[in-house]
């Protein structure tokens, strides 16, 4: 069975029982039914693009999942898909005082971003309801806005780079989190608002 040659993940990264599969498989709009085959949990890059590589292999599709406060039902797994949670992915890692910028993991809440921009002194703007369950793996997909977008600007304006596990399981790293970077094409904004 194509589960059994994810070996690259240990036993706890992967989900196969009916209330994971209901639970991972669904966002805020539950009234879809979910249908996944399995969730998987990566905690790191590269567990991820070994992930994309093995259902590009074995043909089965990938649902990457956030918080699954989205409500447009695009994180629900209705098909036989594997659901990529990166609730283990939840690491801030660094924070650059001259940059003013955090580097962090795909899977932190973003109410576990702001509090941490507070320690700093500083503010992390994109704010809404959803705060204590969105990551900002899925506010990034969605570009998302929230209540204070008019002043602050969409969760686009707070990127200042990204790295990418790509469908074909290529990593890419995007701007380096440069505030001047005028060279090339800035490929971090056709990844930002992907849902
Ligand atoms: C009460 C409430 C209030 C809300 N208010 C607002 C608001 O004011 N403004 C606003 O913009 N939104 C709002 N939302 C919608 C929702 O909270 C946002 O869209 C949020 O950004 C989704 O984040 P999430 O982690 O829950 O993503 P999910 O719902 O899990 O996923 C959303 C999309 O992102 C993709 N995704 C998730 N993680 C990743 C990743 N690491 N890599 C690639 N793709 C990924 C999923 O496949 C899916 O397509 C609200 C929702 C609720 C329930």
């Given at each position: 069975m194509a589960l059994d040659k994810i070996n690259f993940l240990s036993k706890e990264q992967i989900k196969t029982d009916k209330d994971s599969l209901e639970t991972y498989g669904k966002d805020w709009t539950k009234h879809i039914e979910a249908k996944p085959l399995a969730i998987v949990f990566p905690k790191s890059t590269e567990e991820t693009q070994k992930l994309v590589m093995w259902a590009r292999e074995n043909k089965i599709a990938l649902v990457p999942s956030g918080g699954r406060t989205g409500l447009s039902g695009a994180a629900i797994a209705t098909n036989g898909e594997v659901v990529v949670s990166f609730e283990k992915m939840n690491k801030i890692n660094s924070y650059n005082s001259i940059d003013e910028t955090v580097h962090c993991e795909a899977g932190v809440i973003t109410e576990q971003l702001q509090e941490y921009a507070q320690e700093q002194g500083k503010f992390y703007p994109v704010d809404f309801a959803a705060r204590g369950s969105s990551q900002i793996g899925g506010n990034v997909a969605t570009n998302a806005g929230g209540i204070k977008v008019v002043r602050y600007g969409l969760t686009r304006d707070w990127v200042a780079g990204m790295t990418v596990v790509t469908g074909s399981g290529e990593i890419l790293k995007l701007n380096n989190a440069l505030v001047k970077n005028a060279s090339g094409?800035?490929?971090?904004h056709l990844f930002i608002g992907s849902e």
């Open positions: 094409y800035d490929l971090r």
